[in-house]
């Protein structure tokens, strides 16, 4: 029997934010939830591209951060415990088919890449998108199966604000900061607001508190400073928590 497998893609973008309790899932047309069905989330990250940004210390601390603010190491809520490797060698492309969950960066490009390595010029990446999170999940029951950071170094610089704050007017985005409001998305969890257009009908979607989500436009303070606002400013180092 072929499998239904849904693709969602989580993006973050220029803008602000700081955590806050609320929180979104990704949810199916039949209400079920996605979630991870084991305990233990293991991810690979490729930077030896990105060294050309950051030091490998700071990249793999960085990371490793972001995975933690949404493990049981950090927060006793969670069933999660989420662990990165260090893999060497050349980028590898997102699939998110393959079962084997990546945090990649991409300094050459910023695209959809084909099995040859060349950009998919059907599916172009928003260049305003920090990063990209694409989880893909099964159809019927919700159950995460892969899920691919790819973290924008082509478009955007980086760094570890934290240990190297910026002196003065700075265009460098925390990696670590980035990277956890990713991690949200790599557990199932969507933006806090909603990108309707102009006069949109479409339904909100409810938080867990049951209430429907705003449009990011008219978002409260409350709600722009969630972990998962889908906005983040260069210098804003405060989605480092959730």
């Known amino acids: 029997m072929k499998r239904a497998w849904l693709l969602i893609a989580g993006v ?26 084991q305990s233990c989330v293991k991810l690979t990250a490729y930077p030896d591209d990105f060294v050309s940004h950051m030091p490998l210390d700071e990249i793999m601390s960085g990371v490793t951060a972001s995975a933690d603010a949404w493990s049981t190491v950090s927060d006793a809520c969670t069933y999660l415990s989420i662990t990165v490797d260090y893999a060497t060698g050349a980028t590898p492309r997102a699939n998110p088919k393959d079962q084997q969950s990546m945090v990649l960066f991409r300094t050459k490009n910023w695209c959809k890449l084909l099995p040859n390595g060349a950009c998919d010029t059907t599916m172009p990446y928003d260049t305003a998108a920090l990063q990209l999170t694409t989880v893909s999940a099964r159809m019927s029951s919700g159950q995460i199966t892969d899920a691919d950071i790819e973290v924008n ?66 978002a409260s303070i409350e709600v722009k400073e969630t972990t998962m606002f889908p906005s983040a400013d260069s210098g804003d180092i405060d989605k480092r928590a959730v």
């Open 12 to 37: 973050a973008v220029l803008a602000s934010a700081k955590p806050a309790s609320a929180y979104v899932r990704y949810t199916l047309a039949s209400g079920v939830m996605f979630k991870w069905p």
């Open 153 to 218: 170094g082509f478009n955007f610089m980086w760094g570890d604000l934290v240990a190297n704050p910026p002196t003065g007017a700075s265009q460098v985005h925390d990696l670590q900061n980035a990277v956890t409001h990713e991690m949200g998305h790599l557990i199932g969890l969507d933006h806090t607001c909603y990108p309707y257009p102009p006069g949109s009908t479409i339904p909100h979607p409810d938080d867990d508190n049951g209430v429907p989500i705003p449009d990011c436009n008219a």
